[in-house]
């Protein structure tokens, strides 16, 4: 079932989708970048980060295409980052922050063939019912 054609909301989620985004680029180009205080913290926070992006987006976009579409732009934008990080002269490039970036996206993605991708879908069904 195409969910995504059914969003009442659809403007306000890719809003929010376009707003993470700017986040992560944000958060993963700034000189003083948050750190979690546990053994590869920064490894845990690139892995939630594209894994929080894949997630959202293919919520808004079900086609089978446009989901492998946008797992390989949000492995790109990972990479993309890391060599941005390099070229900075204030962060480092990393590998394995680049292979935390693949990995979360595509563990959301897999997650999308079991249900994960209708969530957005299943929370305006309980908002209408709540409403009405």
């Known amino acids: 079932m195409d969910t995504t054609a059914t969003l009442k909301y659809r403007p306000l ?25 546990i053994s590869h913290g920064d490894k845990y926070s690139h892995l939630l980060a594209y894994f929080v992006l894949m997630g959202w987006f293919q919520q808004l976009y079900s086609t089978r295409l446009s989901r492998l579409l946008l797992l390989g732009v949000f492995v790109g934008l990972g990479i993309g980052i890391e060599y941005l990080q390099g070229m900075s002269g204030m962060r480092f490039f990393d590998v394995a922050d680049m292979a935390a970036n693949a990995l979360g996206a595509l563990l959301a993605w ?22 009405g």
């Open 13 to 37: 989620w890719l809003a929010i989708g376009w707003g993470l985004v700017a986040l992560v680029v944000y958060l993963s180009l700034t000189p003083r970048p948050v750190e979690l205080q």
């Open 110 to 131: 897999l997650l999308g063939w079991f249900g994960f991708a209708s969530l957005l879908f299943r929370l305006e069904e309980r908002l209408m019912l709540k409403r």
